[in-house]
């Protein structure tokens, strides 16, 4: 089982970022796919996961900003980011639960990849 995380970079504050995460190794059509992130002196925090049927859930800190969307057919989960803000910059990780249980635990997710880095600049 693989996950991995891309399109991580530097932009500034206002822009946008689209990350990509690929899976392979796993039915990824019926897997729930999370991101993840983690700040530097920060606990690890959900940002926004979708289900194996499209359904999509975010934190509080990113609705509006943030949108989630999958392509099983290239077993790719999206996330694109708007109008991130200082407080976006984190390292990003995409993770897969395969009960769906429309989890903000990451202790639901099974597998991980590595993270990807966004840093926002203000």
């Known amino acids: 089982v693989q996950l991995q995380a891309y399109g991580g970079g530097l932009v500034q504050v206002g822009g946008s970022l689209r990350l990509s995460c690929v899976a392979s190794?796993?039915?990824?059509?019926?897997?729930?796919i999370g991101w993840f992130r983690q700040a530097v002196g920060k606990e690890r925090e959900f940002v926004t996961a979708?289900?194996?049927?499209?359904?999509?859930y975010h934190a509080d800190s990113v609705k509006g900003r943030f949108t989630i969307s999958r392509d099983s057919a290239k077993n790719t989960v999206y996330l694109q980011m708007n109008t991130l803000k200082p407080e976006d910059t984190a390292v990003y990780h995409c993770a897969a639960d395969p009960y769906s249980s429309q989890s903000y635990y990451s202790h639901d997710y099974d597998y991980w990849g590595q993270g990807t880095l966004v840093t926002v600049s203000s």
């Open positions: 979708i289900t194996y049927s499209g359904d999509t």
């Open positions: 190794g796993f039915t990824f059509r019926t897997y729930t």
